[in-house]
Nanobody, 123 residues
Framework: QVQLVESGGGLVQAGDSLRLSCAAS????????MGWFRQAPGKEREFVAV????????RYGDSVKGRFTISRDNAKNTVYLQMNSLKPEDTAVYYC????????????????WGQGTQVTVSS
């Protein structure tokens, strides 16, 4: 059974940093491209970042470029999202997801999803 478990969310002030983690089990982690998405109330789930299975390629959504960094540790079956210079508009539930695709930015192409972790940024 595949499980993706996010952690590290919380309530922070604008300008602060947070690091999200997503621990994977039940799959061969090193074979999967991993992505982060987020969903704010009343909005569609939005692509945030993706990292390829071999750590060679990363992509970011326009709204987070230069502030967020995705990374992974294949020995720990974990993907991270370092979020700096947080803004109130970053407030959302953040989800990690796994796909056997190459570098995928569309949510429909991801096979597995975590339950999400809440990030709230106050102004």
């Amino acid at each position: 059974q595949v499980q993706l478990v996010e952690s590290g969310g919380g309530l922070v002030q604008a300008g602060d940093s947070l690091r999200l983690s997503c621990a994977a089990s039940g799959l061969t982690f090193r074979h999967y491209t991993m992505g982060w998405f987020r969903q704010a109330p009343g909005k569609e789930r939005e692509f945030v970042a993706v990292i390829s299975w071999n750590v060679g390629v990363t992509r970011y959504g326009d709204s987070v470029k230069g502030r967020f960094t995705i990374s992974r540790d294949n020995a720990k079956n974990t993907v991270y999202l370092q979020m700096n210079s947080l803004k109130p508009e970053d407030t959302a539930v953040y989800y990690c997801a796994a796909t056997l695709g190459v570098v995928v930015t569309t949510r429909l192409q991801y096979e597995y999803w975590g339950q999400g972790t809440q990030v709230t940024v106050s102004s």
